[in-house]
């Protein structure tokens, strides 16, 4: 059999399988982890490109294998650590205020769960259309909210769960299926020790028998349903060798992005009209966004030694900083349209603190349309507006914290991926989830089997959804075999 996609799902997957059953793992890229993608930025220096928490801390796979690796950041490393609250006019907030503000959001989606929890999911509602405006009648409520704050919290909050749910807009976001959303139990973001997510997916790895069983840079490009026969045939194209080969198998599981699938997949199953026509409305409506990180390594910390973050709050809506020689020549050099860099610096609203190293690294979260702007973007042109940025609203010169090193995220672009995670858009509902991880069973035998986040019926978006369903794909071929 053939697996297609090396990230977590298909990893999981091939652990299931290896000592019972003969597969290959076929992976476009040149790496195994898919959007797990961790690298040495410098010397004891790992970054996770891509997923970088552990979801949850109960009756959860990947956080037991996590501990059991040993890699999971301790809860006491971070217990007396807070928040930076910025204003772009220069001023420091309490940031007891935004715990407060952060409650009536928890408030307000807790309300939106109770009114919509039973709703026919056949009438979508924009999650645009009700929360922001709920939200906004309990900040106006608040004595303690200051008036001139109540826009820019809601700005910050809405840019934050773009963050969550990777799409590029609140108003396509499903606010009846955002309800029905699975959250993991426990701690809902645990942090990763320096290494990242690496000894994850090495563990996984270490599970498939031998360097035979995976082909890295290959492209699956077409794949027939042979029924005279009732084989798979797999052209691929391999793309070190540039050259093409064919496999035949029994049985595929499928576990490439969504992203991936809304470019290709009409093109790689042109040859099976039955399952483009069980899938290609799933495919469509559900929705796929992109998030982006950017790392701004210093040698030299600027931030309070306490935060975890530094949140930068838009209250003046024209916000111009004053920005260096240096930076305005790299803007005129790549051309830099000034409608791109204003929606770039306005979308600027949040920097983590890497709380894995000694090494002062900001994380700063690209979302929304900004998010795929910056990736046209010069890496270095990107850390430098970010830097310059967050010294603006801190009012500290960026010259005397000068940026050591950038490192960004890409995933838009990347052609095997083509975003971050999936999310239900205002155009799906649960058949659409529902017919994304249908098996294609021509005769009754599941013959291609789907797996991955988006595949997930409760808590997609998640590692723990791609390595749940990898596992149940495995088994379900295991138990058609036996």
């Not at 020689?325 to 000034?338: F, H, I, M, S, T």
């Not at 794909?473 to 138990?479: E, G, Q």
Request: charged residues 25%; proline residues 4%; aromatic residues 10%.
């Amino acid at each position: 059999m053939i697996i297609v996609g090396g990230g977590v799902a298909g990893l999981s997957a091939a652990k299931v399988l290896a000592k019972k059953v003969d597969f290959v793992l076929i992976e476009a890229q040149n790496y195994l982890g898919g959007r797990i993608l961790t690298i040495d930025a410098a010397p004891n220096l790992t970054i996770d490109m891509g997923a970088q928490y552990v979801h949850g801390d109960k009756k959860n796979t990947v956080y037991d294998i996590c501990e059991e690796l040993g890699i999971l950041l301790s809860d006491n490393d971070d217990s007396d650590e807070d928040d930076d609250v910025v204003t772009s006019d220069g001023k420091r907030i309490d940031s007891d205020l935004l715990e407060k503000a952060n409650d009536f959001w928890e408030r307000v989606r807790e309300k939106a769960e109770d009114e919509f929890e039973d709703r026919d999911s056949s009438t979508p509602v924009s999650f645009g259309d009700y929360v922001p405006k709920q939200f906004r009648q309990r900040l106006q409520s608040s004595s303690s909210i200051p008036k001139d704050l109540i826009e820019p919290l809601i700005d910050y909050f809405v840019k934050l769960e773009l963050t969550e749910t990777s799409c590029a807009s609140i108003n396509d976001l499903n606010l009846v299926e955002y309800v029905a959303y699975e959250d993991l139990q426990g701690e809902y973001e645990n942090d990763l020790k320096n290494g990242g997510y690496r000894p994850f997916i090495n563990y996984l790895k270490s599970f498939i028998p031998n360097d035979n069983r995976v082909r890295l840079n290959c492209e699956v490009l077409r794949v027939k349903y042979r029924h005279e026969d009732q084989k798979l045939l797999v052209e691929m194209n391999c793309l070190v060798e540039q050259r093409r080969k064919q496999m035949i198998c029994d049985h595929i599981i499928w576990t490439t992005s969504l992203g991936h699938l809304k470019k290709h997949f009409h093109e790689i199953f042109a040859e099976i009209p039955d399952l483009i026509q069980q899938k290609q409305n799933a495919i469509a409506n559900l929705g796929f966004g992109t998030v982006n990180k950017v790392f701004l390594v210093y040698k030299k910390k600027f931030w309070s030694k306490k935060a975890s973050s530094i949140v930068l709050l838009h209250t003046n809506r024209q916000f111009q900083f004053e920005m260096s020689d240096q930076l305005r020549e790299q803007l005129q050099n790549e051309r830099v349209d000034p409608v791109v860099f204003d929606e770039i610096v306005r979308m600027l609203f949040h920097y983590d603190v890497l709380p894995s190293t000694d090494i002062p690294v900001l994380i700063c979260w690209f979302v929304g349309p900004a998010a795929i702007m910056m990736e046209k973007l010069s890496e270095q042109l990107v850390g430098q507006i970010c830097h310059e940025v967050v010294c603006s609203f801190l009012r500290i010169s960026w010259q005397k914290y000068p940026l050591d090193q950038v490192v960004r995220s890409t995933w838009n672009s990347n052609p095997y991926v083509r975003g971050s995670y999936s999310y239900y858009s205002i155009h799906s509902n649960k058949n659409d989830g529902k017919q994304l991880r249908a098996a294609f069973a021509p005769e009754g035998v599941p013959r291609i089997l789907w797996a991955g986040e988006a595949t997930h019926p409760g808590y997609y978006s998640t590692v723990n959804a791609a390595h749940e369903t990898g596992i149940a794909a495995a088994k379900k071929v295991i138990a058609e075999i036996d």
